[in-house]
């Protein structure tokens, strides 16, 4: 069986089962789930989110949710540091530690140690950033590829995000965000990746946004737009939550919406996979028609083997 000295991670695209079963496994194992997943750490983005209900949580001790307001950043190094600090809690308690997500940098970030550079946020160079790309499309990438080709190359030169994120990083430091120091390993790590048939899993987010505007998507991001969080912070311009907001706007019906949310979760859900499937690491479950019982049984035994 496996022993609180080692790292379960449950991995996976949005939607295919990842809460149910890790807490399944869990409640066996005698376990408690840290949250590698970018969006729940907001306090008042639930719905949206598909975080954990209270229910859930009852069940299982759960780290990492609730940890900042939609307008506060959290960087990858907050993020790994935190995580981190979590784990040794929970070992400390004789726990077994079980990351839990679909952000796989967040993922990534624990298990291999990452350490990105402690940089925050620069508004300033930021809006000169913005400026020479709006002026000069492609200038930040081109800019990027002289200072940091590494990370040009896994940049995409529309993602203007993460652009300006790693020339923020070079210009505050004098380093390439590509040169990261390591820390000490986590330890060992056992990666376990929930898969499902594609149109499965796209039936799945397509029933789960049904099940979010019905339980009252639309009132929760009317209620932070209300409490003065702008729809231009990032927090608000992710999934469930940019799209609602062009319908409050009148930019879009409810029905188009509804559209643009499922077809923007499912190739959010297509990316993850591409992400999880380059890391040889990880081994992957069917769960397609399993329960999260099932599913459980089964990492239960691929642990057993891995003693």
Known sequence: ??????????????????????????????????CA?????????????????SAERARVAHHLLDIANPDQVVTLATYGELAMAAIARVRANGRVPILTGGTGLYIRAVVDGFAIPQVPPDPQLRTRLETMERDRPGALHSRLQRVDPTAAGRIHPRNIR??????????????????????????????????MDREALYQRINARVDEQLAAGLVGEVEGLLAR???PMLPAMEGLG???????????????????????????????????FRRDDRIRWIEVEEKTPEQVAATVIRMLESKQ
Request: hydrophobic share 35%; proline share 4%; charged share 25%.
């Open 1 to 34: 069986m496996i022993v609180p000295e080692a790292l379960l991670v449950i991995c996976g695209p949005t939607a295919v089962g990842k809460t149910a079963a890790a807490i399944a496994v869990a409640e066996r194992l005698g376990g408690e789930i840290v």
């Open 37 to 53: 997943d970018s969006r729940t750490i907001y306090r008042g983005m639930d719905i949206g989110t598909a975080k954990p209900t």
């Open 162 to 195: 993460r652009l300006i994120r790693a020339l923020e990083v070079y210009e505050h430091t004098g380093r390439p965000i590509s040169v990261q120091q390591q820390r000490d390993p986590i330890g060992t790590a056992v990666q376990i990746g929930l898969s």
């Open 228 to 230: 003065g969080y702008s």
């Open 241 to 275: 939550y940019k799209e609602i907001i062009g319908y409050l706007q009148g930019t879009a019906s409810l029905e188009d919406a509804t559209r643009r949310l499922k077809q923007n979760t499912r190739r959010y859900a297509k990316r993850q996979f591409t992400w």
